[in-house]
């Protein structure tokens, strides 16, 4: 097992905010285009992942799992992709299911387990690709 250092924790926390702002631009961009459901629904992902980044935040050094430094370059390239996906993307159910994907991960970060965390990070990887 390796720690990460602290300001690989507050990569890891900043790319979770980084990640929220994302769906929150999306609708603020889009918002005419949704329906209540939908609306709360991704309001409701975007709490959800600023949750998560202040709770990775809080771990501090004490976050431990295998291979942080991999994990937190997938992050990275996670993020920067969904910026991306999330400017093109046409259907609010996609940016629905991405939105969760990323809520998942963020909850398998918070779990420790390296295992989820490689699901996860996949399972994010095909929604932004699905955009």
Do not use: C, W
């Amino acid at each position: 097992m390796i720690s990460p250092d602290t300001q690989e924790v507050f990569m890891l926390s900043d790319y979770f905010h980084d990640m929220a702002n994302a769906i929150g631009d999306f609708i603020a961009k889009n918002r005419t285009n949704f329906n209540n459901a939908e609306r709360n629904d991704l309001y409701d992902k975007q709490v959800s992942l600023l949750q998560l980044s202040g709770d990775i935040n809080m771990l501090g050094t004490s976050m431990v799992f295998d291979d942080v430094k991999a994990s937190i370059v997938e992050l990275g390239d996670i993020t920067k992709a969904v910026k991306k996906s999330v400017k093109k993307a046409l259907a609010v159910q996609d940016i629905i299911n991405l939105a969760t994907s990323l809520v998942q991960l963020g909850t398998a970060v918070l779990s420790k387990n390296p295992k989820e965390i490689a699901t996860k990070t996949v399972d994010a990887f095909r929604a932004i690709k699905s955009l």
